[in-house]
């Protein structure tokens, strides 16, 4: 038995609910934990290119930072080189989920950043919510994008492709998920409306602090 059984059953049970709430279709997107280990990091990661309702906790693979396998028989994700890169350069991240989600995905497709104009996603998401440059699937390119774009917030969107969401968990990165949607479509239902009226600079002051100090209290007692 895997001694990371519980991790790769939160996983697949978070690579499911991406499906049900409608994030992803079929196999599309990614999820991936960070996993406890002294002295290693070690994550993981949902297959690539296999719908969730066929796959069991087994079929969730643990690589190394390096993209070494080190538990499994399947290849990881396509976008393994994404969640490394998060995970090497914010150490406040343990989980990563890749969504192909409507809204996020047309803003995504407009090539546009999402400006602060919603108290909760300067709360929860950390601000701006960037479009990082296009680069082909699985590339590198696309990943170094990502994580300029992502910076220290919560959520990216990948130009013409969907979005990433990250947080101090699993259950949290997927509620930043559900946030960066709702986000995306009222942006895009102001547009429609006429135009989107920012937050001012003392509103985004305000709640970016909160967005701070939730991160602090997010990530105590995390070793991972």
């Known amino acids: ?7 790769k059953e939160m996983v697949l049970d978070t690579a499911r609910q991406l499906v049900e ?4 279709i079929g196999a599309s997107g990614n999820v ?13 990661v949902t297959p690539t290119s296999l719908p ?12 190394d930072f390096s993209g070494k396998t080190v538990e499994g028989s399947l290849a990881p ?6 969640h490394i890169g998060i995970y090497l350069s914010r150490p406040d991240v343990n989980a990563v989920i890749h969504t192909h989600a409507v809204y996020a ?9 999402i400006p602060p104009i919603l108290d909760d996603q300067v709360i929860y998401l950390g601000g701006t919510v960037r479009c990082a440059a296009y680069a082909l699937s699985g590339s590198r390119e696309l990943a170094d994008n990502a994580l300029r774009a992502l910076g ?8 013409n492709h969907g979005a990433v969401c990250v947080g101090p968990s699993l259950a949290e990165a ?51």
């Open 1 to 7: 038995m895997s001694r990371w059984k519980q991790e």
């Open 21 to 24: 709430k409608g994030l992803v």
């Open 32 to 44: 991936s934990m960070r996993l406890n280990v002294e002295g290693a990091g070690l994550l993981a």
């Open 52 to 63: 969730y309702d066929t796959l069991s906790p087994d079929d969730i693979q643990v690589i």
């Open 77 to 82: 994700s396509m976008e393994t080189n994404l």
């Open 105 to 113: 995905s047309a803003v995504a497709a407009t090539g546009k950043d």
């Open 152 to 159: 220290d917030c919560g959520a990216v969107l990948l130009r």
């Open 174 to 224: 997927m509620t930043a998920c559900e946030l960066l949607e709702k986000t995306a479509s009222v942006y895009l239902l102001a547009l429609n409306a006429g135009s989107a009226t920012e937050l001012s600079e003392e509103a985004v002051a305000y709640d970016r602090g909160l967005y701070e100090r939730l991160r602090e209290n997010g990530n105590r007692g995390q070793t991972g």
